[in-house]
Structures are given as C-alpha cells and as structure tokens.
C-alpha cells in the first residue's frame, strides 16, 4: 500500500474514523463491553438506551464529583444515532422482519478496532507453544492434502499409525503423558482467542453478504432493460459468491454446525475445559457454539433475503404485464361502448344473413336400438364388516414432536427435519411428516427452504414391511 492508500483509509474506514473519534473512549467502553464482551446480537433501541444511560450516569455523576461539567450531557438515543450514522459507521440500524422497533448491531469494522486497541494491553503470559504446534499442524494438512502419490500418503499414514501405537503401549503400561497447567494455559489463550476471532469473522461474511444484497436492490429499482438481462446479472453474482473460497468455507462450517454429533461432542469438550481448576475461564467462549449457530443462521437469512428478492422482482414484472393486458382489454371494451349508439355507415344491409340448406342424405338412417338384460335381484350380503373401521382416525400429537425436538437439540440451536428423524424415526406415516411442518411452539419453529429438497423415508403405518419416501422442501428445525 502506497501514501494515497493509507490516506483513503484514514478518511473513509469507519474502524479508523472510530480512533479519531472524539467520544472513542466511551464508544469503544459501551459497545465492547455490551455487544463483545457480553456476546449480544442484534438489540433493541430501548434495551440499549438503558443500558448507556446507566453508563453516562455514573460517568457524569464521577465527573460532577471532580468539579467539572458533565461529560457526555446529550441523550442515549441521540448518541447511538450518532455512531450508527453513514459518516459514523460504528452500529448498523435496522428494523427485524416483524418487528416496527429500530435495532443496533455493531459493525465488522467496530470489532477490528476494538480487537487492536485490546491488543495494546500487556499480556502477563503470552503462549508460543501451542501456536507452534499449530503452524507445523497446518503446514502438515497442506503438504499431505495435496499429495497425490499413494506411496507418499502411505508412508505418512504408516507413521502416524506407528506414533498412535506407540502412545497405546505407553499407556497400557501406566506412562500417562498430561499437558502440565502452563501448557494447559497456553492452548486454552489460544482456544478463546481464536472462538472470539471465528465470532467476528461471521459478522464480517454477513456484512458482505448484506452488502451484495444491497447491491441487488439498487439494480433492481434502478433497471429499465431486458429482464433476462438483469436476472443473468444477479444470479451470476450470487453464484460467484457461493462459489468462493470465502462462500465454500463458509458453507463447510455451517454443515458442521449442523451436526448434532459433532455439536455434542463440542459442548462435552467445552465444559471438561471449563472444569479445570488451574484454567482461568472465559465465560464468553462457554456457549460460544451457539453463538457461532445463531451467527451462520443470520448468514443465511441475509443470502435468502437475496432469492426472494429475484421472486419479488419476477412477481412484479408478471404484475405490470397483466395489468398491461387488462388495460388493453379496458380500451376495446370502452371504444365498443361508443360506438354501440353511432354504428359507422358503410357496408351492405342483407335482409337473411344466410341460407339453411339441407341434403336428404345428410339424415341418419333408422338403426334398432340395442336391447340390455337387467338382473334386479340381489342376494342378502352375508359378509360381516368392521364399522369401526369407519370411525379410525389418526391422530398426530404435537406435542410428543415438539418433546422429540427438545430431548435432541439444546437451545439456541437448529438442525434439519431429517436430523430429527434419524433419531425418531416416523410411526405415523405421512401425517406425523405433517405434524412437524405445522409445528409452532413457543420455542420451536420450522423454516422451509424450496430452493432446496430432502428425501424422507418411513414405514407404512398399515404394512411396516413396505418403505414408503416423501420428497419435500429442506425443512430446518429451531430451536429459540
């Protein structure tokens, strides 16, 4: 980067108008400790005006205490306006789907400043260990995942196999290496170092994706072309994003959020971590999985608001053009009307607009209508039927869905019908697939998503012999 590009950056990056802020004290206070610090998305103005007007008490009241004026002497309100306006940049302002209360997020650029001014702060113990071993960890799953040459990987999977054999002996005959507490210390810095980095990187993906859907929007209000045109354009730029590095990683880590197995094992590891005596505990990175799911959730609800705005673009092309019909069929029908009372005087007046003419063998010849024998008589029924059977009905109880959801998922977290189903598989045929489409509790909820589908499989109810497979939408199970 040369002078003119640092100079674009000092006057345009919201993250370095924030260190050149004259309030950056209180802004980086407030806004880390509420929304970093206190792991929080997207809150309301009224939940955050409070919140700061407790803050600008004490510090006015501590200012007051000194002899000198107050500080900070504007309103909450009027002081989040200032730091989510586009000259600021520091909170994003938005309504929720639903919801008429504006909401504040912190920016991506807001984390990067107030991630580097922590990182002026001495650390009392500073881990090189763990890091190592993760440097030689990566350069080993590049070197080894582009190797193509089956020798090659072999011999690398013949070592490893040797130094796991290796360990097995030691520990059946009682030699347990364990990390000692400094070496415990070192990782976990890393760990939670790198859980809160990982946090802010999917805010950073969000806001790019927001910003293509923004994009979006201006070509779609500002088109006036061919509409194939326009769809080309947008669908292209969505597929190249899919189609990044940036796209498939994320993609990689949302499939793996979506694991139960693997989210049970996270949570496992997390809490035998946080049982440690000699660790200082992070209770930010406790919960950081859900964290993460509800960050990739809000990921992908910003790349669908991008499919139904094509939908909406595409339902309103449909509209004009019929309304263009129906002002077109409007336009003939009122000229008819005027000139029904003033009917044009040219053409030729005929007193029989046509002549009816008959041909003798144009008639049918006479044919005998066929004759049908009836049997009226029926025999008395003997067969002795089951009027219960009239009356069965199948009932599906909610209910028992909604316990089966919350025995496999923990709050805060989602995971896809056919997740659920491996664990509970279907006893009531297609009307218990039914019954968990209609669900709608207080803190479980289903999205469908038709850009996509998944295949069910179950028994039928009436024959459990016979395998019977439904073919509907992704269906995404939450649970709030």
């Given at each position: 980067?040369?002078?003119?590009?640092?100079?674009?950056?000092?006057?345009?990056?919201?993250?370095?108008?924030?260190?050149?802020?004259?309030?950056?004290?209180?802004?980086?206070?407030?806004?880390?400790?509420?929304?970093?610090?206190?792991?929080?998305?997207?809150?309301?103005?009224?939940?955050?005006?409070?919140?700061?007007?407790?803050?600008?008490?004490?510090?006015?009241?501590?200012?007051?205490?000194?002899?000198?004026?107050?500080?900070?002497?504007?309103?909450?309100?009027?002081?989040?306006?200032?730091?989510?306006?586009?000259?600021?940049?520091?909170?994003?302002?938005?309504?929720?789907?639903?919801?008429?209360?504006?909401?504040?997020?912190?920016?991506?650029?807001?984390?990067?400043?107030?991630?580097?001014?922590?990182?002026?702060?001495?650390?009392?113990?500073?881990?090189?260990?763990?890091?190592?071993?993760?440097?030689?960890?990566?350069?080993?799953?590049?070197?080894?995942?582009?190797?193509?040459?089956?020798?090659?990987?072999?011999?690398?999977?013949?070592?490893?196999?040797?130094?796991?054999?290796?360990?097995?002996?030691?520990?059946?005959?009682?030699?347990?290496?364990?990390?000692?507490?400094?070496?415990?210390?070192?990782?976990?810095?890393?760990?939670?170092?790198?859980?809160?980095?990982?946090?802010?990187?999917?805010?950073?993906?969000?806001?790019?994706?927001?910003?293509?859907?923004?994009?979006?929007?201006?070509?779609?209000?500002?088109?006036?072309?061919?509409?194939?045109?326009?769809?080309?354009?947008?669908?292209?730029?969505?597929?190249?994003?899919?189609?990044?590095?940036?796209?498939?990683?994320?993609?990689?880590?949302?499939?793996?959020?979506?694991?139960?197995?693997?989210?049970?094992?996270?949570?496992?590891?997390?809490?035998?971590?946080?049982?440690l005596d000699f660790v200082d505990v992070d209770q930010r990175i406790?919960?950081?999985?859900?964290?993460?799911?509800?960050?990739?959730?809000?990921?992908?609800?910003?790349?669908?608001?991008?499919?139904?705005?094509?939908?909406?673009?595409?339902?309103?092309?449909?509209?004009?053009?019929?309304?263009?019909?129906?002002?077109?069929?409007?336009?003939?029908?009122?000229?008819?009307?005027?000139?029904?009372?003033?009917?044009?005087?040219?053409?030729?007046?005929?007193?029989?607009?046509?002549?009816?003419?008959?041909?003798?063998?144009?008639?049918?010849?006479?044919?005998?209508?066929?004759?049908?024998?009836?049997?009226?008589?029926?025999?008395?029924?003997?067969?002795?039927?089951?009027?219960?059977?009239?009356?069965?009905?199948?009932?599906?109880?909610?209910?028992?869905?909604?316990?089966?959801?919350?025995?496999?998922?923990?709050?805060?977290?989602?995971?896809?019908?056919?997740?659920?189903?491996?664990?509970?598989?279907?006893?009531?045929?297609?009307?218990?697939?039914?019954?968990?489409?209609?669900?709608?509790?207080?803190?479980?909820?289903?999205?469908?998503?038709?850009?996509?589908?998944?295949?069910?499989?179950?028994?039928?109810?009436?024959?459990?012999?016979?395998?019977?497979?439904?073919?509907?939408?992704?269906?995404?199970?939450?649970?709030?």
């Amino acid at each position: 980067m040369d002078f003119h590009a640092f100079a674009g950056l000092w006057e345009r990056h919201p993250a370095w108008r924030l260190l050149r802020a004259h309030h950056s004290p209180l802004i980086l206070t407030f806004l880390g400790n509420y929304f970093v610090e206190g792991n929080r998305g997207a809150s309301s103005a009224t939940d955050l005006a409070a919140a700061l007007d407790d803050l600008l008490y004490d510090l006015n009241t501590a200012a007051a205490a000194d002899g000198g004026p107050a500080r900070f002497p504007k309103e909450p309100r009027a002081y989040l306006e200032d730091w989510a306006a586009t000259e600021a940049g520091f909170l994003r302002r938005f309504y929720p789907p639903g919801d008429d209360e504006v909401h504040y997020e912190v920016t991506p650029a807001f984390e990067k400043a107030y991630a580097w001014v922590l990182s002026l702060q001495g650390r009392a113990f500073v881990g090189t260990e763990s890091r190592l071993h993760t440097v030689v960890e990566l350069l080993r799953q590049i070197v080894h995942g582009v190797e193509s040459d089956p020798e090659v990987r072999l011999a690398e999977l013949r070592r490893r196999r040797t130094e796991i054999d290796a360990e097995i002996d030691a520990v059946e005959s009682g030699h347990i290496a364990v990390l000692d507490p400094t070496g415990v210390r070192d990782r976990y810095q890393q760990l939670s170092s790198t859980a809160r980095e990982l946090l802010s990187d999917f805010r950073e993906v969000e806001d790019n994706f927001r910003f293509l859907d923004r994009a979006a929007r201006e070509k779609i209000a500002a088109w006036d072309g061919p509409k194939g045109e326009l769809l080309a354009e947008l669908v292209g730029s969505r597929s190249e994003i899919a189609a990044s590095d940036q796209g498939r990683s994320f993609q990689s880590f949302y499939e793996f959020l979506l694991s139960d197995s693997r989210q049970a094992e996270l949570t496992d590891l997390l809490d035998k971590v946080s049982s440690l005596d000699f660790v200082d505990v992070d209770q930010r990175i406790r919960g950081i999985q859900h964290d993460w799911s509800e960050a990739a959730d809000r990921t992908q609800r910003t790349v669908r608001q991008i499919s139904e705005q094509l939908r909406r673009f595409l339902d309103d092309q449909v509209w004009l053009e019929n309304r263009r019909v129906f002002d077109l069929v409007r336009a003939v029908e009122s000229t008819a009307l005027e000139l029904r009372g003033d009917t044009p005087d040219f053409g030729l007046d005929v007193d029989q607009p046509g002549i009816e003419i008959a041909l003798p063998f144009e008639r049918p010849l006479y044919q005998q209508p066929a004759s049908a024998t009836v049997e009226s008589h029926v025999e008395q029924a003997t067969e002795d039927l089951d009027a219960e059977l009239l009356f069965t009905q199948t009932f599906v109880d909610q209910a028992r869905l909604a316990a089966n959801i919350r025995a496999i998922m923990p709050e805060r977290s989602s995971a896809l019908l056919s997740d659920v189903v491996g664990m509970y598989p279907i006893e009531q045929g297609a009307a218990e697939i039914v019954g968990y489409l209609a669900l709608d509790d207080d803190d479980v909820s289903i999205d469908i998503d038709d850009s996509d589908e998944t295949l069910l499989e179950y028994p039928d109810p009436n024959d459990p012999d016979t395998i019977r497979r439904a073919r509907l939408p992704r269906v995404t199970v939450r649970r709030r």
